[in-house]
């Protein structure tokens, strides 16, 4: 099976009305999307994914905002999932993404990126199966696959 990724609309996205636009920007890609839900992040499951900045200084204010208002969670399936989506996504400071790169298009502040995406296969199997069991994940053939990989 391909590399499975985790893709979280945040709040902002969800607020500013851009969930459309970034699922639009990932299947036009061509990754394909295997599982999907509208959630509210649970303080206990925000610090569980974001266990990695514990110690930073934004850590309290990225659980805060991450559980403010719904988010989208996806996970998207392609060959090297999680390297595609985070450029897709462009970097972690909106302001310093380029043009044609979700954040670089949609965004100007590191603390409102509207989007996450997970940073390495490894991210993104932990990622996954924290927002997701293992039911809510599908498995099915598209037909136009061949014309998007050889
Ligand atoms: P990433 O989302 O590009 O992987 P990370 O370094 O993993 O970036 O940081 C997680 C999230 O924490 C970022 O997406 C951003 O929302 C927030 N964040 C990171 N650095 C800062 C900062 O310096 N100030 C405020 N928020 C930050
Ligand atoms: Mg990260």
Redesign the pocket.
């Known amino acids: 099976m391909a590399e499975r990724t985790l893709v979280l609309v945040k709040p902002d996205g969800v607020q500013r009305g851009l969930v459309g636009e970034v699922i639009t920007r990932l299947e036009r890609r061509g990754l394909k999307l295997v599982g999907m839900k509208l959630m509210q992040v649970s303080d206990e499951l925000a610090r569980q994914h974001?266990g990695?900045?514990v110690d930073?200084p934004?850590f309290g204010?990225?659980v805060q905002f991450i559980t403010s208002s719904p988010i989208v969670a996806m996970a998207w399936e392609a060959n090297n999932a999680a390297e595609i989506v985070r450029s897709t996504m462009g970097?972690?400071n909106p302001a310093n993404s380029p043009a044609g790169t979700i954040r670089g298009d949609l965004g100007i502040d590191?603390?409102r990126?509207l989007v996450?995406?997970s940073?390495s296969p490894e991210s993104a199997e932990r990622e996954v199966n924290l927002f997701f069991r293992p039911e809510e994940l599908l498995s099915y053939e598209r037909a136009m696959e061949p014309w998007i990989v050889e």
């Open positions: 974001y990695e900045h930073r934004f204010g990225l970097q972690t590191i603390g990126n996450h995406g940073d």
